[in-house]
């Protein structure tokens, strides 16, 4: 305390209580002083503080009070803080204490009875001894306030949350008692209020151990900056995502009881597998209101793959409940699984991995000429560069060159002669209304994302439809997938996939072609059964950098290439094939002897001419013929044999 309030405190006193307390210190005169000479003369003999006795029993009082507080705070403090902050808040609570026993023995001494007046020595000495005593008194009532004080501090923390464990409570009860022979020196009523303030410290604090068991994964309730910075996202491992904007809501899905009046409702579609959980697709190949949870449990326990096209049944809400599709980022569960891909969950755990099978050059021809002989770009592809199953093939084309109605020729021709074979046509980025054409014009599954919708939507369309294509290689069935284009899926990814911080040349991620690569990479013939056919169309001439750094990307990937002719479309000439620069690797695999040296002869005869001399003479013997056949056997009669027809096919 300073000067101002010492003087302040004694000036409180009466006039014979600072006559005594004169006395005592030795002053001499006081009968003829006034009231303010008074304390200028005490002030000045005791030298600005307390009478010895009352600072003597003050000091014994205040430095347990210290002492206690100080490690109190500090223990509290040090398991959440540094060391410096535990210091700092240790030596705030002391110092309130102090504060508030001398405010409170200042209040007690003022509110003493005056001093009757000319009474004897022995009087004042005998009151001086009751001054002392009540002084004590009022120590002991601060001691016991601080000490309450303190326990409904500690009380407060422990009912947010910060409470320690039963050990420390009784700890704390403990050092609470403590304070107890301090004040129990100088008067019984400061032991009983820092027993009361004790008791009710560890009775609170106990109910805060309980409120922290009870609240369990309540984060909102829990006390203390610290604590709740770090708990603000500790829902992110156990909710993984549900709930949060964009993301579907599934708080539980992971375990759906049935009850026996629930009425179960059938669903099919083909499952889409993320990171944390899965869908089943029930619209189509893109995200829909109604698709089905499946959780990643039921994906191990059966055994489920992307693509797998599945059929379950899932319950249906009950009355009072909201419609599915009225609930945003809400999906109904699968509560039970009928079939994978047509075979039961048991023998579809069975199924070989797609990865593990055996690639192999196409063998089986996949014929493209149809009974109407007026179709001469089947006949022509038949002749240039033949498909097999299993065939890794690349259509390239400039822009206007008619390469969307060849693939609409090659999807009817394959439909046609080889009806076993699953017929997929992967439209991405394109019109609207090629789309509707092709939907129309292919007797097969057109799956498209048109250029309308974001670029991520053309990545999710483009790999769920190879995994769908590669489930069904894994059942033993020939499949094959016709890509328009190669170009604009690798563009999309280029956008939606995060960058990787290499461009190449024209703007192109490096990353953003691994995709593409693994999408294409996936066509082969399987050993013992099984082909996946891949035809894609790349972009040239476009004027885009870009789009030529993707299709050398892509140049020497595939077994087999058709080229299309941008002068040849513009001279109106269909197909604008250039059929110098078109064909198939290992094509001996897939004629027989007596064709491929009819084919020899014929290609010497048309690498002799030019692009449209070529393309020309090709399609004018194609119209005077009803077969490629007849027209085989026109070009054996009518060209001379050459040197080497006899090791055609053969290595020599």
């Known amino acids: 305390m300073t000067d101002t309030n010492q003087t302040g405190s004694i000036a409180a006193l009466r006039l014979p209580e600072l006559q005594a307390l004169a006395s005592e210190l030795g002053v001499k005169g006081i009968s003829k002083m006034r009231k303010g000479d008074l304390v200028e003369a005490i002030d000045a003999a005791r030298g600005g503080s307390r009478p010895r006795a009352l600072d003597a029993r003050r000091e014994q009082t205040v430095a347990p009070v210290t002492e206690q507080a100080g490690p109190v705070e500090r223990d509290e403090a040090a398991p959440r803080t540094q060391r410096t902050r535990g210091a700092r808040r240790a030596q705030g609570p002391a110092q309130d204490a102090l504060a508030g026993l001398e405010a409170a023995i200042d209040a007690k001494i003022a509110g003493e009875p005056v001093e009757r007046r000319g009474e004897g020595r022995d009087g004042r000495e005998s009151r001086d001894d009751d001054r002392a005593q009540r002084a004590a008194e009022a120590v002991g009532e601060a001691v016991g306030d601080v000490a309450g004080e303190a326990g409904e501090r500690r009380s407060r923390r422990a009912g947010r949350g910060q409470g320690a464990s039963d050990a420390q ?246 439909t046609a002669n080889n009806p076993e074979v699953h017929l997929m046509v992967v439209l991405v980025d394109e019109r609207p209304e090629e789309v509707t054409d092709m939907e129309r014009s292919v007797k097969g599954e057109v799956i498209a994302s048109t250029f309308d919708r974001p670029a991520s939507d053309h990545t999710i369309v483009a790999e769920l439809a190879i995994e769908r294509a590669k489930r069904l290689v894994e059942l033993g069935q020939d499949v094959v997938v016709l890509l328009d284009s190669i170009t604009r899926l690798s563009r999309a990814y280029n956008l939606a996939a995060p960058a990787s911080g290499r461009i190449l040349s024209g703007g192109v991620d490096a990353s953003a072609l691994y995709p593409p690569k693994k999408f294409f990479g996936a066509a082969r013939n399987i050993e013992n059964g099984g082909s996946l056919t891949i035809l894609g169309s790349a972009l040239v001439e476009t004027g885009s950098k870009m789009d030529e750094v993707i299709f050398e990307e892509f140049k020497g990937t595939g077994n087999m290439e058709l080229r299309l002719s941008r002068s040849l479309s513009d001279k109106r000439i269909f197909p604008a094939v250039d059929v110098n620069a078109s064909g198939t690797r290992r094509e001996e695999l897939l004629m027989s002897r007596d064709e491929l040296q009819i084919v020899y002869k014929l290609r010497r005869v048309l690498g002799a001419l030019d692009q449209q001399q070529a393309i020309e003479l090709l399609i004018g013997k194609l119209k005077e013929t009803k077969s490629n056949v007849e027209f085989l056997l026109g070009v054996q009669r009518s060209t001379p044999g050459s040197f080497g027809e006899e090791n055609a096919g053969r290595t020599v």
């Open 169 to 414: 409570g009784e700890g704390r009860q403990q050092r609470a008692q403590g304070q107890q022979p301090g004040a129990q020196a100088h008067q019984q009523t400061g032991q009983q209020t820092a027993q009361q303030a004790g008791q009710q410290t560890g009775q609170q604090g106990q109910q805060g151990q309980q409120g922290v068991a009870a609240q369990g994964d309540d984060d909102d309730e829990r006390g203390g900056r610290r604590r709740r910075s770090r708990d603000r996202y500790r829902d992110r491992d156990r909710k993984r995502g549900r709930g949060r904007s964009g993301q579907p809501d599934l708080a539980g899905l992971d375990e759906v009881e049935l009850a026996d009046d629930d009425v179960l409702l059938p669903v099919a579609g083909i499952l889409d597998i993320l990171e944390s959980y899965a869908f089943v697709r029930t619209t189509g190949y893109l995200p829909g209101p109604n698709d089905v949870y499946v959780s990643l449990g039921q994906v191990k326990k059966n055994g489920l793959r992307r693509g797998d096209a599945i059929t379950g049944a899932v319950r249906q809400p009950r009355d009072g409940e909201a419609a599915q599709g009225g609930r945003p980022n809400k999906f109904n569960a699968l509560v039970r699984l009928d079939s994978v891909n047509g075979l039961s969950p048991d023998e579809a755990r069975q199924r070989p991995e797609f990865q593990k099978l055996t690639p192999l050059y196409p063998q089986d021809r996949l014929r493209l000429e149809t009974p109407d002989p007026g179709r001469l770009t089947p006949r022509v592809i038949d002749i240039v560069a033949p498909i097999g199953k299993g065939q890794r093939g690349l259509i390239v084309a400039p822009p206007k060159a008619g390469k969307t109605i060849i693939m609409q020729q090659i999807a009817n021709s394959i």
